[in-house]
């Protein structure tokens, strides 16, 4: 599986009972605190694995590094951020690369395992299947307010939490119950990675607009304009996929209604977004809330309309 239907990870067969589940990815600092960072990092790169079923085996650092303007002792604690989470996740960090740079990154390579006849894609839900989300979203709105230093500690402190919660619970339940698609909420925002999921299962995602969860604070960042630019652009791109039924919008290039602007937010580290059967769906979310793992309906799929994605 390569990057046809953009799932989240490539895969690789080398077996009849296994399959090398291969991703990477790469950020910038979201916070000041570098352990912190690392975490969230490793978090943030980890996700796709479990976002396609798969275990994380073996990771090795990516770093991009200011070495003239940034103390070498920063970037232990970068390195020691990320090794808690590879180590929380049941992985092993093998190596790494290094490179001097004017921007500080950091990020991971990571290779899973997964059972070939497992692997959970984006592409494959089926109409009639519940949609569950595992994490709040809002993170893109928080960084801009962390960069602009006009945001309170427990905003932060929520949000840091979800972005070093690592996907690895839900990855197991949504295994048990049979999930048929998943993909997991980052940089295109809930709406851009709803769209490549319906248009890879040639259905229509069908979201409750007041049932998704935003994190606590977010409204009143949007307030005070604190929006990311990749929000703008995830809105530009994904709008033509887009149906608002609330204000029965026809046209293709309709302008998106504010209350959707969350919608579009680039997350780092975000939930799972998993379809499954209502049975399965029940199941899924009466496991969570024995686990304590974060899950709520936020919709459904619906046979192909003129529209990969509606909001009602």
Known sequence: MGPET????????IGEECALVETTDIITPLVD????????????????VFAMGGRPVTAMNLVFFP???????????ILAGGAAKIREAGACLVGGHTVEDDELKYGLAVTGIVHPERVIRNSTSRPGDLLILTKPIGTGIVSTGIKAEMIDDATVDEACHWMTTLNSGAAR????????????V???GLIGHATEMARGAGVTVVLEREAIPAIAGVDELMNLGLIPGGCYRNRDFYSRFLKDTRVN????TA???DDLIPLFDPQTSGGLLIALPPESAASFLRIAGELNCFAVTIGEVAAARCHAVEIR
Do not use: Y
Request: charged share 20%; hydrophobic share 40%.
């Open 33 to 48: 605190d570098p352990f912190l960072f690392g975490a969230i990092a490793a978090s943030n790169a980890l996700s796709d």
């Open 249 to 252: 919008q026809g046209g293709e």
């Open 173 to 184: 339940i949504m295994t048990e119950c049979g999930a048929h698609a998943c993909t997991d």
């Open 255 to 257: 302008e998106p209604a």
């Open 6 to 13: 953009s799932d989240d990870a490539g895969v690789f067969r």
């Open 186 to 188: 980052t940089g295109f």
């Open 67 to 77: 070495q003239c303007s940034i103390p070498p002792a920063v970037l232990r604690e």
